[in-house]
């Protein structure tokens, strides 16, 4: 079990709407130190709500996110994400009139005292296609390529807690392994991850904890073996 010390990023009780639809019905979880956590749930679940309410993208109707002792509920994005959370959405976002180091350099902000500092060459280690073409327009680039670059522009905030959003959606295999590997290197350098992966293979294999949601709730929190010895969850929640 985690004690109340341990938690990095703690969720309690998260309402959000668009518009008169109610999304979010009571979400509560949260992040320890160093930990990666995933996501789960059939698509209209609630999951990358839950990421876009705790970025400040989708307003929290009620609730409370809070990024060890500091409020973030309620918040402006770019507050939040100075306050140490990082994100990559979905959509990806690029800079697509910017090169992809300017591109990177554009997400660069210096580390907190005492954690790890990423640098452009460490991106470059994780994902040698954006070496080769760093003096390119990123609005050039393939679906895969532009997803590594935003998932290294977000790196290179330096965030606490890292939000990813369906990263491997749509890349070839290869590109998939790299992804994963790369959000592993993360989880041993400290930093912590929250994952919303459909891909319950990669998931279970990056995840030290997985929360499964389904309308817009957490339906089971454990561990990934405690998630796979459920046959009925897995039929209940997670079965296409």
């Not at 690029?94 to 992809?100: E, S």
């Not at 390529?145 to 890292?162: A, D, F, K």
């Not at 929190?221 to 897995?234: F, I, V």
Request: with cysteine; glycine share 10%; proline share 5%.
């Amino acid at each position: 079990m985690y004690t109340a010390s341990e938690k990095l990023l703690s969720v309690e009780d998260l309402h959000a709407h668009y518009g008169k639809s109610h999304i979010l019905h009571g979400v509560s979880f949260h992040v320890a130190q160093n930990e990666v956590i995933s996501l789960l749930g059939r698509n209209g679940s609630g999951r990358s709500t839950t990421m876009k309410a705790i970025m400040g993208l989708v307003p929290p109707t009620s609730g409370r996110i809070r990024l060890r002792d500091r409020e973030l509920a309620g918040a402006r994005p770019y507050a939040i994400c100075r306050a140490g959370v990082g994100y990559v959405p979905e959509e990806r976002e690029v800079f697509a009139n910017l090169t992809v180091d300017e591109n990177l350099r554009m997400g660069e902000q210096p580390a907190p005292p005492g954690t790890h500092q990423w640098t452009v060459d460490e991106m470059f280690d994780y994902f040698p296609r954006l070496k080769e073409r760093r003096n390119n327009k990123a609005g050039t680039m393939s679906g895969g390529e532009q997803q590594m670059l935003t998932i290294c522009r977000s790196l290179l905030g330096n965030p606490r807690v890292l939000l990813i959003d369906e990263p491997t959606e749509g890349l070839a295999p290869k590109i998939v392994a790299q992804v994963g590997e790369c959000v592993r290197d993360m989880h041993r350098k400290g930093v912590s991850v929250v994952l919303v992966e459909q891909k319950l293979a990669i998931a279970l294999k990056v995840s030290t904890r997985v929360c499964v949601m389904g309308h817009g709730r957490i339906v089971f929190e454990g561990t990934p073996d405690a998630l796979m010895s459920d046959d009925k969850l897995l039929a209940d929640w997670l079965a296409v």
